[in-house]
């Protein structure tokens, strides 16, 4: 048996066990083993029965006087119950429809029982609780030294008397399945070579790999657990790390085209504007125009809060490249998005003999057309077959996390003109039809990130932040609603229509699954249904959702924009690329299933234009956690604090896609512990000053494991 071994070599794993495994995507030996615990039971607390307390998790030694079953007076569940005694007394043990307990625990044997103990009126008793078996009970006493009091050593448990690991499970396969053939593979597997340099986990005090795989699955104390943690979720990183070096490398060691910076032009274009830049803007456009100078492609994102004016310092850089005869193109995840930058840019470069055009799935552009023009903005449609350029030279990726860094590296990735057939097509091999230089990417995303994100999945990315808005913008009042005050909102939301205002209604998201999304169509019916008939019966309400074709949610748009419709009842569709500036009100039912930052999001549709804004946040959870998370809304309008706190409470997953990563669940909870992701960017600067990866073949292989299985997508 070796890590690479089919897990079917293991005794025991039949073709039904097979399936089970395969539902949590474990298929070899390695997979298992990399199959960690995501909490630990203490049953460490070893206590005589005399000594036991209500309420206490413990772990006793006892033997078995005897065992039974007996169903409940309806005959509906199945009790199993056992009467345990040690040298200082007796205590009763029950289990809950589990009636084969009694092929394994029969009267006489000695076992560990560990759990939570409980008190009746028939005294104290441990429900449901774990057991192991330590032998027969044949002998007077327990099958152990207890020449020291109860300091007596258990031998080695795997299911009490101990800190005990709690695996993801799925049905069939438990936790204390898991162990035993976990256990059984440390011991035939032999010493796991560790792929990290010594050097490394010496200077920053790793155990190794072998000592960490063993200690996860069966720490002594917590402090095992602990440094086994670190180590796993070290290596991970550091894999992620030299992932995002070499690609920020290759990324450098490409040619493009070197756009002069035309300083005259620039400024023209922003004392043209009817707005001051902020400062973050005027910074955030020089650090790009001096990007495309470079004869390497920038591979820049750029982030800001909602309203923070992404879009015209891309114009910026879209103008000056458009003036030198080369191309620019913006790509949004979304029609709605794409028609909103085509009308912003338009406007923008009025006085300027630019050409923007818009090709969507619903908006087909002549490609005879494309050569001529100047801007074009576009959705996926930019990047399908049949779609050439004539000296492309700038792309903007605007809501970057919406495609994907898959897709991302895709549109930077240079292509030869002779494309093989069923490979996928991406706008740099647009671009090198023409050209074999790669065109610039500058990614936009509204979604502030957390710093430990920034450090790690974007770092091939150069970053630019916006933390400014603009000034004069007025802050929105933020409130949460309790379902007593649910009347008295619904009356100032009409007194602001009363007023020529408008209104947002979002509906939150039931659930997380496949059917998500038609769960929130369905949630935002009947939203709709309850506003339109009852509620709000004499106004124009309408509804949006992901469900509804282009044309429909173009035709949905268009209405609450030209203030044909009083009231949007909407998904999650709203977060991005929504701007109507005569909206004042944001109303968020079931505010407590989104996070902070999707919330802040949606907060950030309304307050675009001079009058006062309001959010609510309507809840009926009581939980005091969900009030102190919300009301962190209430209080702070900077989206990077409110990311930080997101992270700290809900994990990367939130801003990163945990089962659209690849990356392990250790290494993706690790992604917000901002010391360790420190630690691993000096031990990559270390080893990338110290060594080179050829000289370390395990690293290497590993590394080129990893990149097989990421899919950032």
């Known amino acids: 048996m070796d890590l690479n071994s089919p897990i079917q070599t293991i005794p025991g794993i039949g073709e039904k066990v097979l399936e089970k495994l395969d539902r949590l995507k474990i298929k070899k030996v390695s997979d298992l083993l990399f199959h960690l615990p995501f909490r630990y039971e203490d049953f460490s607390n070893i206590k005589n029965i005399f000594d036991l307390e209500a309420e206490e998790k413990a772990t006793i030694t006892a033997r078995v006087l005897n065992i039974g079953n007996k169903r409940t007076w309806k005959r509906k569940m199945i009790i199993t119950e056992a009467l345990l005694e040690d040298d200082t007394a007796p205590i009763r043990a029950v289990w809950f429809h589990q009636p084969y307990l009694l092929q394994t625990l029969k009267k006489g044997l000695w076992v560990n029982i560990s759990g939570k103990v409980s008190a009746d009126k028939m005294g104290l008793y441990f429900s449901n609780p774990v057991f192991e078996v330590l032998g027969s009970g044949e002998s007077e006493g327990p099958p152990f030294d207890k020449s020291e009091g109860r300091s007596f050593s258990f031998g080695e448990t795997l299911h009490t008397a101990g800190l005990v690991a709690i695996y993801p499970e799925t049905a069939g396969l438990t936790s204390r399945w898991l162990r035993l053939k976990i256990r059984g593979i440390l011991d035939n597997i032999g010493t796991i070579p560790d792929f990290l340099p010594n050097f490394i986990s010496q200077k920053f005090c790793l155990i190794n790999l072998n000592q960490a795989i063993r200690q996860i699955h069966f720490p002594k104390t917590l402090n095992e657990a602990a440094a086994a943690k670190k180590r796993l979720a070290f290596g991970d990183i550091f894999l992620l790390q030299l992932f995002v070096y070499n690609a920020k490398q290759k990324n450098k060691s490409k040619p493009a085209a070197k756009i002069t910076i035309d300083l005259f032009l620039v400024k023209k274009l922003i004392a043209a504007l009817p707005f001051q830049l902020t400062n973050s803007q005027k910074l955030a456009a020089w650090q790009i125009l001096k990007d495309l100078e470079q004869p390497s492609p920038m591979n820049r994102i750029l982030v800001g809060d909602v309203g923070s004016g992404k879009t015209v310092v891309a114009a910026i850089a879209a103008l000056n490249v458009a003036s030198q005869k080369y191309q620019a193109a913006f790509m949004a995840p979304t029609e709605i998005l794409a028609n909103q930058h085509f009308k912003t840019l338009t406007k923008l470069f009025e006085k300027w003999p630019i050409k923007v055009a818009l090709l969507t799935s619903s908006n087909k552009l002549p490609m005879s057309d494309l050569g001529k023009v100047d801007v074009i903005v576009g959705t996926h449609a930019l990047i399908q077959k049949g779609v050439r350029f004539s000296n492309l030279a700038l792309v903007v990726v605007d809501e970057q996390h919406r495609f994907g860094v898959e897709q991302r590296a895709a549109l930077l990735r240079q292509e030869t003109s002779d494309k093989k057939q069923g490979e996928t097509n991406s706008m740099s091999h647009v671009a090198c039809r023409m050209s074999q230089k790669i065109p610039h990417l ?74 998500a999304i038609m769960s929130e169509v369905k949630a935002a019916a009947a939203e709709y249904k309850k506003l339109s008939e009852k509620i709000f019966p004499h106004l124009k309400i309408g509804l949006l959702h992901g469900k509804l074709k282009p044309a429909e949610k173009e035709a949905v748009m268009k209405s ?154």
């Open 560 to 713: 609450f924009k030209d203030k044909k419709t009083d009231i949007l009842v909407s998904t999650s569709v709203v977060e991005v690329g929504i701007d109507i500036p005569n909206a004042s009100v944001m109303m968020i039912e079931g505010a407590d299933r989104f996070g902070l930052s999707q919330l802040h999001q949606f907060r950030g549709r309304v307050g675009r234009a001079d009058h006062q804004s309001y959010c609510f946040l309507f809840t009926e959870s009581p939980a005091k956690a969900t009030s102190h998370r919300l009301k962190m809304l209430v209080e702070s309008e900077d989206g990077f604090k409110l990311a930080e706190k997101d992270l700290q409470i809900r994990g990367p997953g939130q801003f990163f896609g945990k089962e659209q990563s690849g990356l392990p669940d250790l290494a993706m909870e690790s992604l917000k512990d901002t010391k360790l992701i420190e630690e691993v960017q000096q031990a990559v600067k270390l080893f990338l000053e110290k060594s080179k990866l050829e000289d370390h073949p395990l690293l290497q292989q590993k590394l080129f494991e990893f990149k097989r299985n990421i899919h950032w997508e």
């Open 442 to 515: 500058l990614s936009m995303s509204a979604t502030p990130i957390p710093r430990t994100l920034a450090l790690t999945l974007y770092g091939d990315l150069d970053l630019s932040l916006l933390k400014e808005l603009p000034k004069g913008r007025k802050k929105i009042i933020t409130k949460i609603v309790a379902p007593i005050n649910r009347d008295k909102a619904y009356e100032f939301i009409e007194n602001q229509i009363k007023r020529g205002r408008q209104v947002f209604v979002i509906c939150p998201l039931i659930e997380v699954s496949e059917a």
